[in-house]
């Protein structure tokens, strides 16, 4: 009998540790207003530093557009928000830029946006994912519940530059998943290509990395306690944040582009997206040295000419 005891103690003692140890990680990766992060763990503050005097000169550029708010209404209700800048001149093109896990659309394609719209002439759409920024939402979609969010802001931008619009999406990290999900669905016509900057294959595979790589733990049982509380909260379950399933649907022309670096999403993710992709029109660059969303600042003229020949073959 003492015997038993003690194992039905450890049983409990288990299945209390378990249960803490799930509700940390929904705490750190679901909800909206979360303390915890993995992110961008271990930088020192002198690379903080260097990010908020970044961070300043996206803001003072963004400034000194003529940039409009736009508000949506998303599928099951919440009020979407996004920043639209038109080109200087009239154009046709538009680059819907999606950001990626905690972030935002100044954080992940700062750098990036006098080269859309100055040098490449294109109207630019900064979206807040769902549960960022000014969009509503109290939890983190993980690229599912977002890319209908997507197919929205696509409507609202063929809307408002009419039938001849030639649309582009570009995502990065969970940016990515989310526009290789919305490929994999019916788009309209004016939908002409899919840039995706380090995506991962899929939600279950991209946590399963993170709890061994950062944490030296299995991921059962924690995943699916997590996944339970994911689907009573937030309405969905992991599996259905599925890139590479979604790739193997579309036709769409793909830019696949990932840093050899990457220690957040790593990089066989990419070959694995690729591989998975049934479009015939698709092209895969690894970007040398480069860290977890850091493939454009690594190597920007390489980035710059895959993307410009990407978007003249398809405009």
């Known amino acids: 009998m003492h015997a038993f005891q003690k194992a039905l103690a450890a049983a409990a003692g288990l299945a209390g540790a378990t249960m803490l140890g799930s509700r940390y990680f929904y705490e750190l990766a679901i ?77 992940d394609f700062g750098e990036m946006l006098p080269f859309y719209r100055d040098r490449m002439g294109m109207n630019l759409l900064l979206p807040d994912d769902r549960g960022h920024g000014q969009s509503e939402g109290g939890y983190i979609g993980f690229g599912w519940q977002d890319h209908f969010d997507v197919e929205t802001w696509i409507d609202v931008m063929v809307g408002r530059i009419g039938p001849s619009a030639s ?59 997590i996944d339970l509380c994911t689907k009573r909260d937030a309405g969905y379950r992991f599996e259905d944040c599925d890139p590479a399933a979604a790739l193997r649907k579309t036709s769409l022309p793909f830019l696949m582009i990932h840093g050899d670096d990457d220690h957040f999403v790593p990089s066989f993710m990419l070959d694995r997206n690729y591989d998975a992709c049934a479009s015939a029109d698709k092209r895969k660059v690894l970007i040398r040295g480069a860290d977890h969303a850091l493939a454009y600042v690594t190597d920007r003229a390489l980035y710059e000419q895959e993307v410009s020949a990407f978007i003249g073959a398809h405009a």
């Open 167 to 225: 649309v582009f999406l570009h995502g990065v990290s969970m940016g990515a998943a989310t526009v290789m999900i919305t490929a994999g669905d019916p788009l309209p016509k004016q939908v002409r290509g899919v840039i995706e900057d380090c995506g991962y294959t899929s939600l279950v595979e991209e946590l399963t990395y993170c709890m061994h790589h950062y944490y030296h733990l299995p991921v059962q049982p924690f995943l699916a306690e």
């Open 31 to 107: 909800p909206r207003r979360s303390k915890l992060t993995i992110h961008g763990r271990g930088q020192s503050p002198e690379q903080k530093a260097a990010q908020r005097k970044r961070m300043e000169g996206f803001e003072r550029w963004m400034a000194e557009q003529p940039a409009e708010d736009l508000w949506a209404a998303s599928f099951d209700g919440l009020r979407l928000h996004a920043k639209y800048i038109p080109a200087d001149e009239p154009t046709d093109r538009v680059m819907i830029l999606v950001h990626g896990y905690r972030s935002s659309p100044l954080n």
